[in-house]
């Protein structure tokens, strides 16, 4: 594995995107950076910023505003970078599913990497679809 | 002699940058563990660093990439200065430029958070420049010339008449730190500034080029602080080193503060705390 | 050979300006000022290289008809202001008019002053600044003027006159600077003013008049100063010997009494050089045409007030009145540049940087070591090559805008690149290591703890100098995400003038060690003896130090790596990187922009498309004119009141 494919393991920095959830994900996702779980000794860093980022870690089911912010994201950041859907509604759309302005899951707009199913998910579980997703950005 | 000498400046020009990232990696370090966090490793901003080279590249104007190898250059430059013993308030505007380089590279996209990261930028050289250049005067009518090789020849260290000085250069070190207080263009990891303040628009290898600018400046600012102590050096680069730890406690217990607050701060303790001190060398030594 | 070359420095613009004057065809008096243009720089360079010479003019009772002028002039200040009715106008003719008739028929002066005409090596460098420089703008103004009526949609073209009024401005400046003779130095001064009430006033709007009497009145209290500084000198010192310069600096007359009359031709110099209180004149003048502003902050006008006061240095040397000037100085230096930051138009910006800097000048003429000359002669040349090209790069950018406000120039380089890096280089040049403006201002502040105060005044301004330089150049630099942007095509008239400043920039700058050792070291000498500085070839300017600690180094500033930084850290990269199209992203706006990445909508509420706007910082709450100016102009007023009571004291 070569200098920069290393260092793309250790340092995935990390976009959060809210589509329409009820937040209960967002919340498990700051979780992970609290003391208890400290992601942080992996690298991780939430950036807020695509330009800068390397995992899109997407919440909730896209609806019909979303789709279009969430596709203008995805674009903005830079090669190469891997989208993890956190959460059943951003996997499947979730009990909103059918509703009438969501599209569904995040895969229906963008390429999703990684599932991670839960409701909400679970800071290990959130922990372990990154790692997963550095698998893959690994082999990049 | 020559020889020597330039082979002095490039194991500097390597080496600061290796250092330089060591100290952010620490800060890194210690600041989780000042906030009960176990930390990433050390050499983190290295793995940050190439893996931002391996970056796809993205652009949103040309002429940002220019400002940023600008800003590169120039701090690297103004290092070899302070290696070189050359003159300090030369280093103090060509610092000056480096920063002026960042504003403009901020500047020179259409983004409304780089423009007001830019923005922002400006305010902090308008609040740490005065106090650098006064630092120079100081520097001066203490020693009787600008020379930085003219402090290493000095037996008494600058830090016992400088010491006011000393006080308001702190105060510059965790503005060009970019820690709280005063981490008001753009910050570092952990922190949310409005998006990513006047660094927002880079990306992949070009932000890599800021960072390894950053690098460069900490060794300088550590540098410039160490010439406060310089007979023998190791106690003022431990002096800097205590500086820094210092910075890092100083982030972990304060909040950002606004971009007016700063400059008002800087342009009253700062300039008092500076212009105290050349009024009491200059009734003390006279000029002539 | 003295004789001809001096006539065609001082009366060849008299005579082309006539000329232009008589000539309504627009090409003809293209090639009368440009012939003219060439001629005088050419004398220029001759002269430089011929070295100092002194001379006076025979055959012709010259002074008699330098008497009959002056009255004309003062007679047409006194018709103005009975016409205009503006009574500060008329008061401050009078007070010029009545000493000077007291002068020459109650006291019945005769006042003969050989020589007339000193051209020594400070006299060199002035007219070669004033007859290059001025002549590029001269140039310039041929294709602004027609743009400039073409646009405003005037019928009748007043070019003619403008040019006149323009050629006429360098012969007076050229004699300003030759003088000897005070009375003659004296008819000069007055024909600069006319020559920029004149200017001023071309565009006879409202405004353009009333500003143009402003910088008649303002500029003749300066007048009045200086008739009052001759009667007393003539008066005391017995006989016209005194009204000599070279014998006033020279130590030709009682220290002691010179004190007055030093100080009343340093509150002259002031006025002119727009010193706090009275800048309000030279921002007035900024609703001319720009090649007037141009010509008034470049070359010409404001740097026959600096002239002055620094030819007057060794005079007051070592005196309270130096430490007043150089605080002064330094104050206005500090003051406009804080009021720069708050200005939102380009033109007023440049007007108060004039300002800022002519106080730096001024400053270095009264901390008054050879260091602190050197830097002021070196400010004058570097200023006028960078400020002229500003001025002119701003006429270029209203004649693609048709604006002179900062924000309409937003994004200029995606309309007009090749304009925007021609105004970027002189930004930079103004503020930035390794620009000779920096080499200046460092030169200036190594130099300036001599006045602590001023030094800490120095270390203000040139910080927020940054500031409202870098806000500028900023606004032009906002471009969308693009590739393709061909360089704009300018007139030969506007590029010549532009391209000549901007490698001007570059080789005065790079060159300025052998230029320093072979012709201004020199310039340093004539004003104070002793020299600070040592340039080792092109590589290394060294300054030492005076006797002050027996330090021997003072400072370093190795001319030729600064600008090898340059080139790597910003003119490689300029041509060296390339965006490919498929690079290109929109900027961030939280995903809500509209599509491609040249746009610059986002969606807003109820996905109604909103254009995004931008706009500068002007901190108009802490630094605008309004809460700024009656301080400022307190204690600027306050300085020259001690200013001449130094003088008063001293008798």
């Known amino acids: 594995m070569g200098l920069i494919q290393r260092s793309r393991v250790k340092s995935p920095w990390i976009l959060h995107f809210d589509n329409s959830s009820c937040n209960g994900c967002d919340i498990e996702i700051l979780a992970c950076l609290t003391p208890l779980y400290d992601v942080e000794r992996f690298g991780m860093v939430n950036m807020g910023n695509p330009k800068h980022a390397d995992i899109l870690l997407i919440t909730g089911p896209v609806n019909r505003r979303t789709a279009r912010v969430l596709k203008n994201l995805y674009e903005q950041v830079p090669d190469p970078k891997v989208v993890v859907s956190v959460g059943t509604c951003a996997s499947t759309g979730g009990v909103f599913h059918n509703c009438y302005n969501v599209l569904g899951g995040v895969d229906k707009v963008i390429p999703v990497d990684v599932y991670v199913p839960g409701c909400s998910v679970r800071p290990e579980a959130i922990i372990d679809g990154v790692v997963m997703a550095l698998q893959k950005l690994a082999k990049l | ?288 | 050979m003295a004789d001809q070359m001096m006539a065609i420095a001082v009366l060849l613009p008299v005579a082309a300006g006539f000329l232009v004057l008589a000539v309504r065809n627009y090409y003809a008096r293209n090639v009368i000022v440009i012939a003219t243009a060439i001629v005088l720089i050419a004398n220029s360079i001759l002269l430089a290289l011929r070295g100092p010479f002194t001379y006076t003019p025979s055959g012709f009772d010259w002074g008699l008809l330098i008497t009959i002028l002056d009255y004309a002039i003062l007679i047409f200040y006194l018709y103005v202001g009975i016409t205009l009715r503006n009574w500060l106008v008329l008061i401050f003719a009078l007070t010029q008019i009545l000493p000077l008739a007291y002068f020459e028929f109650i006291m019945k002066a005769h006042v003969e002053v050989a020589p007339a005409f000193v051209v020594d090596h400070l006299a060199l460098v002035m007219t070669m600044v004033i007859s290059i420089i001025g002549s590029l703008i001269c140039i310039f103004a041929l294709r602004y003027m027609y743009d400039h009526e073409h646009h405003a949609g005037i019928e009748k073209s007043r070019q003619s006159r403008f040019l006149f009024w323009l050629v006429l401005f360098l012969g007076a400046m050229n004699g300003l600077v030759f003088a000897n003779n005070l009375v003659w130095l004296y008819f000069f001064w007055e024909v600069t003013t006319l020559c920029s009430f004149q200017l001023i006033s071309h565009d006879r709007t409202k405004e353009a008049i009333h500003n143009a009497a402003r910088a008649v009145w303002m500029n003749s209290t300066g007048g009045t100063a200086f008739i009052l500084a001759i009667i007393y000198l003539y008066a005391t010192q017995g006989g016209s010997s005194a009204l000599s310069m070279q014998s006033i600096i020279g130590g030709g007359i009682q220290s002691s009494i010179a004190v007055l009359p030093i100080a009343l031709l340093c509150y002259t110099g002031f006025t002119k050089a727009a010193q706090m209180p009275f800048q309000s004149w030279l921002l007035g003048a900024m609703v001319a045409p720009t090649p007037v502003s141009a010509l008034l902050h470049s070359s010409t006008m404001v740097k026959a007030g600096v002239y002055l006061v620094l030819r007057l240095a060794p005079v007051y040397a070592g005196t309270y009145l130096s430490v007043i000037i150089a605080i002064a100085g330094a104050f206005t230096f500090f003051a406009a540049s804080a009021l720069a930051v708050s200005q939102s138009t380009g033109k007023r910006v440049l007007a108060y940087s004039t300002i800022a800097n002519l106080g730096l000048i001024i400053a270095c003429a009264g901390i008054n070591t050879p260091l602190s000359i050197a830097a002021a002669i070196l400010l004058i040349i570097f200023h006028a090559i960078s400020k002229g090209l500003l001025f002119l790069c701003a006429g270029t950018i209203e004649h693609q805008i048709w604006s002179r406000d900062i924000e309409d120039m937003e994004g200029l380089a995606a309309k007009a690149p090749l304009t925007t890096l021609i105004t970027g280089v002189g930004i930079l040049s103004m503020f930035l290591p390794p620009f000779g403006m920096l080499l200046g201002k460092w030169i200036a502040l190594e130099a300036a703890y001599m006045v602590p105060l001023a030094a800490i005044f120095f270390v203000l301004a040139s910080t927020l100098t940054i500031v409202f330089w870098t806000k500028w150049l900023g606004r032009l630099l906002q471009v969308l995400p693009k590739i393709e942007r061909p360089f704009e095509k300018l007139s030969l008239s506007y590029s010549v003038p532009l391209w000549t400043l901007l490698i001007g920039i570059f080789v005065v700058g790079m060159g300025i060690g052998p230029i320093y050792q072979n012709f201004l070291r020199a310039a340093t000498n004539d004003v104070v003896s002793g020299n600070q500085i040592i340039a080792l070839g092109l590589n290394n300017l060294i300054l030492i130090t005076p006797s002050f600690m027996q330090r021997e180094i003072l400072g370093l500033f190795p001319v030729w790596p600064l600008y090898l930084i340059l080139i790597v850290a910003l003119l490689l990269p300029l041509m060296l990187i390339g965006v490919k199209p498929k690079e290109l992203r929109p900027v961030y706006m939280c995903g809500e922009q509209t599509g491609g990445t040249d746009t610059d909508e986002w969606l807003a509420e109820a996905d109604r498309k909103t254009k995004f706007q931008l706009g500068g910082f002007y901190y108009q709450g802490t630094l605008g004119e309004k809460r700024v100016n009656p301080w400022a102009n307190a204690i600027a007023i306050l300085l020259l009141v001690i200013m001449l009571g130094c003088g008063v004291i001293a008798i």
């Open chain 2, 1 to 288: 002699m020559m020889i020597k000498q330039f082979l002095f400046v490039l194991l500097i020009l390597v080496g600061a940058p290796i250092v330089g990232g060591l100290l952010f990696g620490i800060d890194r370090k210690i600041t989780a563990r000042m906030q009960g966090r176990y930390g990433p490793p050390f050499i983190q901003p290295f793995y940050d660093f190439f893996k931002l080279l391996g970056k796809e590249h993205i652009a949103v104007s040309r002429m940002q990439f220019v400002w940023i190898y600008g800003y590169l250059v120039f701090m690297i430059a103004s290092l070899v200065f302070l290696v070189m013993k050359s003159d300090f308030l030369l280093l103090v505007f060509l610092l000056g430029f480096a920063g002026v380089c960042l504003v403009l590279g901020g500047f020179s996209t259409k983004s409304p958070y780089a423009h007001f990261g830019a923005n922002r930028e400006l305010m902090q050289i308008l609040a740490y420049e005065p106090v650098l250049l006064l630092l120079a005067i100081a520097i001066y009518a203490q020693n009787g010339s600008f020379l930085i090789s003219e402090i290493f020849r000095q037996d008494k260290p600058l830090l016992f008449t400088l010491w006011p000085l000393f006080l308001a250069v702190l105060y510059v070190l965790t503005i060009k730190m970019r820690k709280s207080p005063f981490d008001i263009s753009t910050c570092h990891h952990g922190h949310q500034e409005i998006v990513k303040g006047v660094t927002t628009e880079y990306s992949g290898p070009y932000f890599a080029l800021y960072h390894l600018a950053e690098w460069y400046e900490i060794i300088l600012l550590l540098g410039i602080i160490s010439l406060f102590w310089t007979n023998p050096l190791w106690v003022g680069i431990l002096i800097a080193l205590a500086a820094f730890l210092l910075e890092l406690f100083i982030d972990n217990i304060t909040a950002r503060m606004t971009v007016g607050w700063m400059v008002r701060l800087s342009w009253s303790v700062g300039l008092i705390l500076g212009i105290i001190n050349i009024a009491y060398i200059y009734y003390t030594k006279g000029v002539s």
